[in-house]
T-cell receptor, first 110, second 115 residues
């Protein structure tokens, strides 16, 4: 079993929809939870960063962490075609090694 | 462009050849990371430097792989006797840290194809 599980999609939604992306994990030591966006043939770009449990909002993006369920989510409101990308969840426990999910491919149709 | 710079962007090599990639981190970033990403997968951690010291190394980094950061600035990743399974995107990231985790910025990656 992988430490971080993420549905690869693809997920296709119409413009303006609310998008929900999720990851589950098995390692209780994870403390930092991140979401990266990766466009084709580009490096990942950090979107959101949360320490421990709770919610964090940044513009159209909201990250949620539920450590009791080992489940994290990223919500995108009013999705735009420019949001079409692969979204990677990532986690860090002890040390600085970041464990990434496989990524979910998102397509937002105009 | 003051982001993380990786060279070359693409490399095609024959099996058995050695290749070397370079990463120039963001100026003053003391932490540098190498990751490998294959198609349809997330990046996999390879190794981590704090200044010139290599502090963590993944079991994925076989004896054919070596990474250096000689003066705590740029870093190189060398793969000796390349195999087809080495074909992947090699990503470098850097961050500024005095303790704890801080935001890491990724470069555009070097795409390696072993034929």
């Amino acid at each position: 079993q992988k430490e971080v599980e993420q549905d690869p999609g693809p997920l296709s939604v119409p413009e303006g929809a609310i998008v929900s992306l999720n990851c589950t994990y098995s390692n209780s030591a994870f403390q930092y939870f991140m979401w990266y966006r990766q466009y084709s043939r580009k490096g990942p770009e950090l979107l959101m960063y949360t320490y421990s449990s709770g919610n964090k909002e940044d513009g159209r993006f909201t990250a949620q962490v539920d450590k009791s369920s080992k489940y994290i989510s990223l919500f995108i409101r009013d999705s735009q075609p420019s949001d079409s990308a692969t979204y990677l969840c990532a986690m860090v426990g002890g040390g600085f090694k970041t464990i990434f999910g496989a990524g979910t491919r998102l397509f937002v149709k105009a | 462009d003051t982001g993380v710079s990786q060279n070359p962007r693409h490399k095609i090599t024959k099996r058995g050849q050695n290749v070397t990639f370079r990463c120039d981190p963001i100026s003053e970033h003391n932490r540098l990371y190498w990751y490998r990403q294959t198609l349809g997968q997330g990046p996999e951690f390879l190794t981590y430097f704090q200044n010139e010291a290599q502090l963590e190394k993944s079991r994925l980094l076989s004896d054919r792989f070596s990474a250096e950061r000689p003066k705590g600035s740029f870093s190189t990743l060398e793969i000796q006797r390349t195999e087809q399974g080495d074909s992947a995107m090699y990503l470098c990231a850097s961050s500024l840290g005095a303790g704890g985790l801080t935001e890491a910025f990724f470069g555009q990656g070097t795409r390696l194809t072993v034929v």
